[in-house]
């Protein structure tokens, strides 16, 4: 998490002659020194802070910068909480796969897709197999088709090198 209280100027950071000056309670000051702005920052016992430094002139507010930045790690936290962040399970399998373990690993990958994580299913070949692509092909649709009520098909199948995988992505309800 980065660090809120270093992106923005307080007190005696600013440098700048004369501010727009906004209120503790949103009300809008006008324009006045810097000196001026400090002042009635302090006599509230509260900060003096850059919202806007780009502006012309640079807009402060006047603000308790403590809490301002408990509260700003508060929201960063929550929208940390409620993102998703999605997965890539591998399921692997070879070219002389038998049906009923081709359903064993389907249930499985059915499992991983109703979580919400991507499964990319490989076919490994060995030797003599390289020239067997067309059975991967097989058997990689095979597998989409067992899952297609719960999966989307992200990256059909693809031939690397002595693997052809394909990528699937669930369904979005």
Known sequence: MKNISKDYSINEEIREKELRVVGKD???LGVISSNEARRLAEESDLDLVMISPNAKPPVCKIMDFGKYVYEQSKKEKEAKKKQK???IKEVRVSLTIEEHDID??????????LDGDKVKITVRFRGREMELGHIGQRILDNFAAKLEDVCLIEKRAKREGRNMTMVLGPKKA
């Open 26 to 28: 949103g009300e809008q």
């Open 104 to 113: 064993i690993k389907a249930k499985n990958a059915r499992k991983f897709l």
């Open 85 to 87: 962040i999605v997965s």
